[in-house]
């Protein structure tokens, strides 16, 4: 074994790696944002969810592409565990099809595809020529790379080391671990699996050993996702958790049917007896269909056990009831006036979440606390949530057949509702304004933190009072959302005066006053987005 021939099996590995990277990135670009769509339309029908996930890891050819996006999704509210695991587990079908690809021998034609690409991608103007070109130089450089390493590979079939390496691997459980790591080092079961044909075309492996290395690879393959949960919520990391329970089953599973009935791989086999990379492909792909047919009935069970791993906690079941639309559900089942009702009910339902929230992050403003930030950041998903899920009930209520009056009142809620989500919105900075003064170890005065107490009194007390008169539609108190409002707006010029005159005395820091302008300005606006709330349904409009 040369020096030459290690280079040039890592060129190849390289440049096998980069056109998938390509590839994929030719195909994300070409769908746009649909597919990010397609994976959040999947439904809590597992099948279909098994199937999303499936259609979408072909397209992007990278099942931790998927994977990644869908702990982006359970990580912001907006998919559940159990539709989670079904994406994950077609994620785990899709991703074979990579390797059925590469088990064709068109390596001859890689050059002429990969120029093909070039042409589009450099020469021409439509995007979608362009995303289709990036494709294709990807698909190009993926056979090119295949056609390297296995030049590289012929002459270390000769290697006496190389060859005592290789046949360690077939002591089962060795096999298994090489596939772990060697996947995790290359994070992608695709890349690996495709590797493991070409050591089997040359001869170094034979088809058994494969066999083990493939049952490792999808455990491997578990560690991107397992590094992009790190810096996700817990949900987020119990989706990661999922995928690793699904694939260690996946390979207990295996394991104990091809050594209890091994004439499943003689089966295998016999589907291309004289083409091993197709025997390696087919089992890849085969396994991976056996696994998911034998788990679904099980994903309530692995979910259970990723939340005995990661513990649910109190708050945690909080955000998932505050996330449901709880009065807004069946609404076609219901007279046009019952729902008219409920749609109010849960806008006023949400209207007390970001009221809480509001009130959570002043209190961390002068009193932090770390689980108090994480406490409203995680309230301000779920106004975020619950406030998509309002928005498309209301479409629903919309096709309903409503007066003009009721069509009005559609519309009027349908903008309190936004103006609920942006006090949220508001409360969310605050916390941040937070996390900047501790981060930079500034102070505000006594005499800043003795008028931001008021001003944060008021705001609390004009959401509150707007929220009243909305759910009660008691428009006797509308003078009184007014003074308020209007005492806020008074209270913001004199605070800013006040700051102002503390700076030229040298009695405020600097980076607190920019905190305290910010702030005054945030409340403020909390308030003239409570004056709207509170005259939402009203036939009067907001005194100016």
């Given amino acids: 074994m040369t020096l030459t021939s290690v280079f040039s099996l890592l060129g190849g590995v390289g440049l096998f790696l980069y056109g998938m990277t390509v590839m994929s990135s030719g195909l994300r670009n070409a769908c746009g944002d649909n597919l990010q769509t397609i994976l959040e339309k999947a439904t809590s029908n597992k099948f279909m969810a098994v199937f999303v996930g499936f259609a979408v890891t072909i397209l992007v050819q990278s099942s931790s592409a998927t994977d990644i996006m869908v702990i982006g999704f359970v990580n912001s509210g907006m998919m559940s565990l159990s539709q989670a695991i079904g994406v994950i587990m077609g994620a785990n079908i899709g991703t074979t099809i990579t390797a059925q690809i590469t088990a064709f021998n068109i390596s001859a034609y890689a050059p002429l595809i990969m120029f093909a690409g070039t042409i589009m991608f450099l020469f021409m103007k439509k995007p979608t020529v362009k995303y289709i070109g990036e494709f294709l ?95 996700t919520n817990r949900n987020g990391k119990r989706t990661a958790i999922l ?61 259970r056990i990723a939340e005995k791993i990661i513990p649910v906690l109190p708050e945690e079941n909080e955000a998932l009831e505050d996330r449901k639309l709880q009065y807004m559900v069946n609404m076609k089942n219901m007279p046009s006036q019952m729902a008219l009702a409920n749609a109010h009910r849960e806008i006023v339902r949400m209207g007390g979440i970001a009221e809480k929230n509001l009130s959570k992050a002043l209190d961390c403003f002068f009193d932090y606390d770390v689980n108090k930030v994480i406490s409203v950041k995680s309230r301000e998903e779920s106004v975020n949530v619950l406030n998509k899920a309002i928005d498309n009930a209301m479409l629903e209520l919309r096709t309903m057949s409503l007066n003009d009056e009721a069509v009005g009142r559609v519309s009027q809620m349908a903008i309190a509702v936004t103006d609920i989500e942006r006090i949220s919105d508001h409360a ?79 009695g405020c820091e600097p980076v607190a006053g920019i905190i305290f302008t910010n702030l005054v300005t945030d409340l403020e606006r909390v308030g003239d987005h409570a004056e709207n709330i509170g005259y939402a349904l009203a036939d009067a409009e907001p005194e100016k």
């Fill in 428 to 506: 969310e900075n605050i916390v941040e304004f937070a996390e900047e003064m501790r981060d930079k170890k500034s102070h505000l005065s006594e005499d800043a933190l003795r008028e931001l107490h008021d001003l944060a009194d008021d705001a609390r007390n004009i959401v509150h009072l707007a929220l009243e008169i909305f759910a009660t539609e008691d428009y006797t108190r509308l003078s009184q959302l007014d003074k308020l409002e209007t005492g806020i707006d008074l209270k913001k010029t004199q605070l800013v005066n006040h700051h102002v005159e503390r700076l030229m005395n040298a």
């Fill in 243 to 303: 995928n690793l329970l699904f694939n260690v089953i996946r390979a207990v599973i295996l394991i104990i049917l091809i050594n209890v009935f091994p004439q499943i791989l003689d089966l295998i086999q016999s589907l291309s007896p004289d083409n091993i990379a197709r025997q390696v492909a087919n089992t890849h792909t085969i396994f991976a269909i056996i696994a998911v047919a034998l788990e679904l009935p099980i994903t309530g069970l692995i979910i």
């Fill in 137 to 231: 130089m990807g698909f190009g450089m993926l056979f090119v790379g295949i056609a390297i390493m296995k030049a590289a590979i012929a002459p270390m079939s000769k290697s006496e080391e190389f060859v005592n390496i290789i046949s360690g691997l077939d002591n089962p459980a060795m096999a298994v671990i090489f596939g772990i790591l060697f996947t995790a080092l290359l994070q992608s079961s695709s890349s690996s699996t495709v590797i493991f044909q070409t050591f089997a075309i040359q001869g170094l492996l034979g088809y058994h050993t494969a066999v083990y290395l493939v049952i490792g690879a999808a455990i491997g393959s578990v560690t991107p996702n397992l590094i992009a949960s790190l810096t």
